[in-house]
């Protein structure tokens, strides 16, 4: 019998609007090339919307580049998801093989795609939103002080007082407002936060020198240092000689191209400089968090380095700074008496590590002579903890940085750590001084800040910046799960993390005590970690 392809073309638009709930469940198999069962992609790949639901249900699994790996899944886990399969996805490919063409274009009308975290991504660092006049918006995130147990590179030491560029970000009614929020996989301990104002003469800019230099057994600059008229490079190659000029001269979020199995390094040149006594650079970029022990290769590097040519025309060692260590931030880099006046020429070679890859976006010099700043701090008016949900992140890649949004979901089961948190309400109290007693914050919590504004002097510009003490505990690590448990609660001046028992500064301090009895009276989890108030810091 003959079949019209018009009834053909109804039947499969009748078909496209009936639906049946179906789940997709693919098994993580380990073989030889995947030994640790490396398979989320195929499930993925299977699910045109939820991805990110997917990967919550394969423990250890992220998204990168585009590309769906797992960190440290168990042979044998299923990654399933339900979703609403329109039943003329199962129907229409036959009424293709009947009517070429015209059903090809239902079926094409069918198809869907796109994918976005459900709330919160698997990377770390609280977030940073701040107020502008009708919203608040991410901004970047506080990366510094991290803790992890069972890996051994972070180097807690050398924690301590944090400073974050808050780009252009200017008071509403005399008052700064900002949220730092906990969307991710982690536990945050705030101990200390301020805003810092700087003035400096109109036509001049200020950033800051601070960037994580823990790794390389130092403490950060915490200085701050003024710029006039930043110029972007005249040349730029990378290390197969091909032009990058575009790439690295605006901090656009296009950064230099880099795979996971090289080296982020450019060759720049800003031609001639009138003062290279006053050289400075201004380097902006972020991480890329990823599992790179099969890409990358020693020596490794944790902090940003810069060559210049010597006099044999071979490139030396100039300058070992930080590195970006979190989202997109830009960071200023003292070169005086690196660079000569008439040859500008660097190499940067960014931090490369088995488990992260500095991405650089931009990267530009200023050489003019430092001007009087004007630099004060500010307490916060108000310190709010309460719950604020988590928010839809794509993590950071080697292309893009991380993208949040505003949203207000549920908090994250499998993002949070039993044991004790910081009470809501207002923690003032607890941000006046870097002294241990931390606001603890778990997923779904968010701390709002506000300043006021202090009076700005005419003929002057204002840049503000955060000074905030925190740590953060990660449950994921890109090399695998890291705690389920908040505890124990860091202190300043740890030498490894976690610590032992007998090094806990506050053992028979009844000061701590009744912190811990007033504050930190908040359970998450089924049972309590640290029930007693004298021991409640060294035991889970």
């Given amino acids: 019998m003959r079949r019209s392809p018009i009834l053909c073309v109804l039947l499969a638009a009748w078909l496209a609007s009936c639906t049946y709930t179906s789940r997709v469940v693919v098994p993580l198999r380990a073989t030889p090339e995947r030994p640790r069962a490396d398979a989320c992609v195929a499930s993925c790949k299977a699910l045109p919307r939820g991805t990110y639901d997917c990967l919550r249900r ?65 990377g770390s660092c609280p977030y940073v939103y701040l107020w502008d006049g009708r919203d608040y918006r991410y901004y970047s995130d506080l990366s510094g002080s991290v803790l992890a147990k069972g890996i051994g590179f972070f180097k807690s030491a050398y924690y301590g007082e944090n400073i974050y560029e808050l780009g252009g970000f200017a008071p509403h009614q005399g008052v700064y407002r900002m949220l730092l929020r906990e969307v991710i996989y982690e536990a945050s301990y705030f101990d200390a936060a301020e805003l810092i104002v700087v003035d400096v003469p109109a036509g001049y800019g200020v950033y800051n020198q601070w960037s994580f230099t823990s790794q390389l057994d130092r403490q950060p600059d915490r200085g701050f240092m003024t710029v006039r008229d930043p110029r972007p490079p005249i040349r730029a190659t ?18 230099l191209p880099v795979e996971r199995d090289q080296l982020s390094r450019v060759v720049v040149d800003f031609g001639p400089t009138q003062h290279p006594e006053h050289a400075k ?41 930080g590195k970006a260590a979190g989202d997109a931030r830009t960071w200023v ?47 916060p008016r108000l310190a709010d903890l309460r719950f604020g949900g988590a928010a839809r992140v794509q993590p950071s890649t080697l292309r893009s940085r991380v993208r949040a949004d505003g949203s207000r979901l549920p908090a994250i089961p499998d993002a949070l750590l039993r044991g004790w948190y910081t009470r809501y309400g207002d923690v003032r109290p607890l941000l006046t001084a870097a002294d241990d007693r931390f606001v603890v914050m778990s997923n779904g919590d968010e701390l709002a800040l506000e300043f006021d504004a202090p009076p700005q002097a005419p ?45 806990w500064p506050y053992r028979d301090d009844a000061a701590y005590e009744r912190y811990l009895k007033e504050w930190n009276t908040r359970r998450v989890g089924p049972r309590p970690v640290f029930p007693a108030p004298d021991r409640s810091s060294v035991r889970e």
């Fill in 459 to 503: 003929g002057t510009a204002r840049r503000a910046f955060l000074s905030a003490d925190v740590f953060y505990s990660l449950r994921y690590h890109s090399f695998g799960k890291v705690t389920d448990t908040v505890a124990p609660l860091p202190f300043h001046g740890m030498q490894r993390y976690p610590y032992p028992a007998e090094a």
């Fill in 333 to 379: 880099v003292d070169l005086s008496g690196v660079v000569k006046a008439g040859d500008t020429r660097m190499r940067i070679t960014m931090a490369h590590l088995p488990s992260v890859l500095d991405v650089l976006d931009a990267v530009t010099l200023d050489d003019s002579p430092p001007v009087a700043t004007r630099i004060t701090r500010i307490s």
């Fill in 238 to 255: 990378n290390d197969r000689g091909d032009d990058v000029l575009a790439q690295v001269s605006h901090a656009d979020g296009v950064p």
């Fill in 58 to 122: 394969c423990p250890g699994a992220q998204v990168a580049d585009g590309e769906c790996e797992t960190r440290a899944v168990p042979a044998g886990a299923v990654c399933a998801q339900e979703q609403k399969t329109s039943v003329a996805s199962i129907v229409v490919p036959i009424v293709v093989l009947v009517v070429v063409g015209a059903v090809v274009g239902v079926a094409a009308a069918l198809g869907g795609g796109g994918s976005s975290s459900g709330g919160g991504g698997s």
């Fill in 281 to 321: 650079l201004l380097i902006s970029a972020w991480g890329g968090y990823l599992d790179l022990r099969r890409h990358q290769r020693p020596p490794y590097s944790a902090g940003t380095t810069i060559e210049t040519v010597d006099d044999r025309g071979e490139w030396k060692v100039r300058v070992v700074g």
